[in-house]
């Protein structure tokens, strides 16, 4: 069990985790971007190809926390284009141009290798590239296509994301720029709180995982149960009582079983929990109610 903060404690970390990494953690993030941007752009195979490389998750959404600062990559096609879980397509008929998704993640590893070696292609998504100390963080780069999701309520009729499929051929969607477009909304309507609470949380989940009170969790997970907060729930006291606010609005819905089902990630597309998700419900119910005794919130 998690040791319990005292009080000044808990007010000095929050104070301390109020902000994101600094100037010299984001410039070292940022050269990441720079040289996967770089190696792609160098690779033969990808001249006059459209091809798009940027920084996603935590790094972008400004919720990385110290210590937990590696930056994912998404390195996209958009030749081509898949939608609806279906084949490939490009202005109307089915594509049947060269780039398959053991093409793309062949010529991907390819680019990094030649720029980086030393380049880890055994992982099911991504491709790591490890850290050098005091020039770059050790960074995940996935190779992925372009994704569309046709939907009548959408502005201009559909959403666009990205497909990525791993070595053993299952397939993910993500949602990057509505998880973007929609924390920057939700953080504004939260006088900038919103972000503030998650790196908190992502920052006792460290802790817990450190002390072994918890199994390791994806950062973006925090970032999932904060998203469902209201946001009134956030403007009520000072900083330190949003945390604690926020915290107990997850658990009041953790612990319905009709509005857990309802909890979606920061894209509004996907659900919280179901298969094949890389948590639980009990994932969350232990990061919530550790952290909550962690934090020393009583009750």
């Not at 990494?21 to 720079?34: I, N, T, V």
């Not at 296509?145 to 009729?157: I, N, S, T």
């Not at 998880?179 to 817990?208: C, I, M, P, S, W």
């Amino acid at each position: 069990m998690a040791r319990q903060l005292t009080t000044y404690e808990r007010l000095a970390l929050i104070s301390k985790w109020k902000s994101p990494p600094g100037p010299s953690e984001e410039r070292r993030l940022k050269r990441a971007e720079g040289m996967v941007r770089a190696a792609i752009d160098q690779h033969a195979a990808f001249h006059d190809v459209n091809i798009h490389v940027e920084a996603k998750g935590s790094y972008p959404n400004n919720t990385n926390v110290r210590g937990d600062s590696d930056v994912d990559i998404k390195v996209q096609l958009n030749e081509c284009f898949y939608y609806d879980g279906q084949v490939p397509i490009l202005a109307g008929p089915d594509y049947t141009g060269s780039w398959t998704k053991d093409v793309l993640r062949r010529e991907v590893y390819a680019a990094l290798d030649a720029s980086f070696g030393n380049v880890e292609s055994g992982h099911n998504i991504a491709f790591y590239v490890p850290e050098v100390p005091g020039s770059r963080p050790s960074t995940d780069v996935v190779p992925c296509f372009k994704y569309v999701l046709y939907d009548g309520a959408a502005p201009g009729g559909k959403y666009e994301g990205s497909v990525v499929f791993g070595r053993d051929g299952k397939k993910i969607v993500n949602w990057p720029e509505l998880q973007f477009a929609n924390g920057r909304a939700k953080n504004t309507a939260t006088h900038q709180r919103y972000k503030f609470v998650v790196r908190v949380l992502k920052n006792v989940e460290n802790d817990l995982t450190a002390e072994g009170v918890i199994e390791a969790l994806p950062s973006y997970f925090s970032e999932c149960l904060i998203y469902n907060v209201p946001n009134p729930v956030f403007l009520n006291g000072d900083l330190d009582d949003a945390v604690r606010a926020s915290l107990a609005e997850v658990y009041r819905q953790l612990d319905s079983a009709t509005e857990r089902q309802l909890m979606q990630e920061p894209n509004e597309i996907k659900m919280l929990f179901g298969s094949e998700r890389k948590w639980s419900e009990q994932d969350a119910l232990d990061l919530i109610l550790h952290g909550w005794r962690y934090l020393n919130y009583g009750g």
